[in-house]
C-alpha cells in the first residue's frame, strides 16, 4: 500500500495522530508488563512495573473527569501556529496531579520491595511546593542526582495527567510537527516506535510518546531525531524474539527502537522497551545515544 518514499500524513485512511484511549491504554501496559516479567531476568522490576501501571489505570479512571482540556481558542491557536497544545514547557499543570502522585505511591507502598520503600515514604510527606519543583525538573529542567529515585512516580502521575489531557482532543484538528521527534500534543519526544498490526495502520510505523501516549506518524527508514534517510541501520539481538529492533542513523548518531507489533498484538511501547534493555546496550556500544527517555527507567542505576 505504502510505495512512495514519503508518505505524510500516511495515505488511505490511517490517521497521521492517534490518541490515547484513556480505558485501555494503561490496563493493556500492565497486562503487558505481567507477561514479560514472567520469563525475564528482569521479572521482578517488571512486575513493579506492572503494578505501576495497574495504578495509573485506576487513578486515571477516578481523575479523569476533573481534568479540563485547553479551551477552544487555545486549541486553535496552536494549530494555526503548529505548536503542541498542551506543550509542556508552557501549560498550567493541573494541581490533580499531585493527588494521582499519592494515590499512585499509596497503591505501591501496599507492598513494595524493601528498595522503592523509603522512596515511596518520603513521597508522601514531600511538600506541594517541592512536588511542583520535580515535575518541571522532570518535564523541562536537568534533574539532578538526589531527584533520580523519585522521578519515575513524578512521571507516572504526569503520564496520567497528560494521557488524560491528550485523550480530550481531536486528533484530527492536530497538525504534525515539522520535527518527527516532537509530540503534537505535548511536545515531548517518543520513547519508541511501533510498527502496528492493526486496521489500516497496519504496516505502518508510528512514534510513542514518552508522557502522554499520543502517537503520531512517522514513515519507515527515517530517523526520528533528524529525519536522514540515507545512514539507517538496523539492529537486533541475535536469536531474540524479534520483536524489538533499533534503527540508527548515521548522520546525528542518534537510535529509535521499533517495537513489532505483528509478532505479538499484545506489545506495548513502554513495557516492551524496558524488557529490551539488552538491545539498548548493544546499540549504545555501537556509538549510538537514544532519540527520546523512558521516563519509568529515569534515574535507574543512580540510586
Ligand atoms: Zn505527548
Ligand atoms: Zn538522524
Known amino acids: 500500500m505504502n510505495t512512495q518514499a514519503i508518505e505524510l500524513p500516511p495515505s488511505g485512511e490511517a490517521a497521521a495522530v492517534l490518541l490515547p484511549d484513556p480505558g485501555t491504554v494503561f490496563l493493556a501496559r500492565a497486562e503487558r508488563f505481567d507477561a514479560l516479567a514472567l520469563h525475564h531476568g528482569l521479572g521482578e522490576w517488571l512486575a513493579f512495573l506492572g503494578r505501576l501501571?495497574?495504578?495509573?489505570h485506576a487513578a486515571l479512571q477516578a481523575s479523569a473527569q476533573d481534568i479540563t482540556p485547553p479551551a477552544e481558542d487555545v486549541l486553535e491557536r496552536a494549530a494555526k501556529h503548529r505548536m503542541p497544545p498542551i506543550s509542556v514547557a508552557s501549560y498550567q499543570r493541573p494541581a490533580v496531579w499531585r493527588e494521582i502522585l499519592r494515590n499512585l505511591v499509596g497503591d505501591l507502598l501496599e507492598n513494595a520491595p524493601v528498595g522503592a520503600r523509603e522512596t515511596l515514604d518520603g513521597l508522601l510527606v514531600t511538600s506541594a511546593e517541592e512536588l511542583d519543583k520535580l515535575g518541571e525538573k522532570l518535564l523541562n529542567g536537568e534533574p539532578e542526582g538526589a531527584d533520580m529515585a523519585r522521578l519515575p512516580y513524578v512521571a507516572a502521575a504526569m503520564q496520567v495527567?497528560?494521557?488524560?489531557l491528550a485523550s480530550k482532543l481531536d486528533a484530527g484538528a492536530l497538525p504534525l510537527m515539522e520535527a518527527h521527534s516532537t509530540c503534537p500534543v505535548c511536545g515531548s519526544h517518543p520513547v519508541v516506535s511501533v510498527i502496528r498490526s492493526d486496521g489500516p495502520t497496519a504496516g505502518l510505523r508510528y512514534?510513542?510518546?514518552?508522557?502522554?501516549?499520543?502517537?503520531?506518524?512517522?514513515?519507515?527508514?527515517?530517523?526520528v531525531s533528524c529525519g536522514d534517510r540515507d545512514k539507517i541501520t538496523l539492529h537486533e539481538i541475535d536469536g531474540d524474539d524479534g520483536i524489538a529492533r533499533a534503527e540508527s542513523c548515521g548522520s546525528c548518531e542518534s537510535y529509535t527502537k521499533l517495537i513489532v507489533q505483528p509478532k505479538n498484538v499484545r506489545v506495548d511501547p513502554i513495557a516492551d522497551d524496558l524488557a529490551s534493555v539488552a538491545l539498548d546496550m548493544l546499540v549504545d556500544d555501537a556509538g549510538f545515544v537514544r532519540s527520546g527517555p523512558n521516563y519509568l527507567l529515569i534515574g535507574a542505576g543512580e540510586s
Open 161 to 164: 495527567v497528560f494521557t488524560a
Open 207 to 223: 512514534v510513542h510518546c514518552t508522557l502522554c501516549n499520543t502517537e503520531w506518524h512517522v514513515p519507515h527508514a527515517t530517523c
Open 53 to 56: 501501571s495497574h495504578a495509573q
